[in-house]
């Protein structure tokens, strides 16, 4: 099950959600409060449901206390213990640009536009995929095998993108980083490429519907490895960093 968080003159943040309960409740709306890297709402219910102290990036909350529906887009955890309801789809970095004391509506998903028949497609193929509008521009947004993404659909083809890698500054290390994950990129589809707000993504083209689901999964198995080549290389860069404290 989808729905829909639509924030007031922003645009749609897309969840799967595996409580039917509270999709039953909907339409819901609040008022935004943003705390840490965790945009949260009340929205008026009550659920039950197992109690956890930890999630991760992407996880879709109830806190009980403050009957609020929670959206973690980063590594802080949960003031309380939270009730885990889903995962969103699609880079997770769109929840930054939301404030406190914005309007937000809960109301169910549903496919529409050609990103709509796009999504609906992916999904028969085994793919959590969902439209939706941000800043009035509509595209798909996934969540395959861990890995979110979001694809444009242009009268020319499909643009795919992964959430970020990491911030490009234009030092040598960004630029030694770069070379070393372009050393890795093998497959039809990916390339190691910027985003409009200069973070490093794994991109993709494709004129083809067809091949969709071939790049997702291409796109999605490459973000992981590279994940692991970005942990090893921060550990070094710690390593390097304590080692060169000690020798002042």
């Given amino acids: 099950m989808y729905i829909v968080i639509r924030f007031k003159d ?3 943040i897309i969840a799967k959600i595996g409580v039917a309960e509270l999709v039953e409740l909907l339409p819901l709306t609040g008022v935004v409060n943003v705390w840490k890297e965790e945009v949260y709402f009340n929205i008026g219910v009550d659920l039950k449901g197992e109690l956890v102290s930890r999630v991760k990036p992407g996880t879709v909350a109830y806190w009980p206390p403050g009957k609020a529906l929670c959206l973690f887009y980063g590594i802080n955890q949960p ?11 699609g880079p997770l970095y769109y929840l930054t640009w939301v404030e406190s004391g914005e309007e937000v509506e809960v109301v169910k998903y549903r496919d ?3 990103a709509g028949s796009i999504a609906a497609k992916l999904r028969k193929n085994g793919v959590d995929a969902a439209s939706r509008a941000w800043e009035d521009y509509q595209s798909v947004v996934v969540l395959s095998g861990g890995v979110r993404l979001e694809i444009f659909v242009e009268d020319y083809g499909f643009y795919l993108e992964t959430e970020p890698l990491f911030h490009y500054d234009k030092s040598a290390i960004s630029m030694g980083l770069i070379q070393r994950l372009r050393s890795l990129i093998s497959g039809e589809y990916a390339r190691l490429d910027l985003n409009e707000e200069g973070y490093v993504v794994i991109s993709g083209v494709t004129t083809n519907p067809e091949e969709l ?4 999964r291409e796109l999605s198995s490459l973000w992981l490895k590279f994940v692991k080549v970005l942990e090893n290389f921060n550990c070094l860069k710690q390593h390097y960093i304590a080692l060169k404290g000690l020798k002042k």
């Avoid at 003031?79 to 789809?89: A, F, H, K, R, T």
């Avoid at 689901?213 to 997702?216: E, F, H, L």
């Fill in 10 to 12: 922003k645009g749609e």
């Fill in 79 to 89: 003031y309380s213990p939270v009730i885990v309801l889903g995962e969103l789809l």
């Fill in 112 to 114: 529409y536009g050609r």
């Fill in 213 to 216: 689901v071939s790049a997702i």
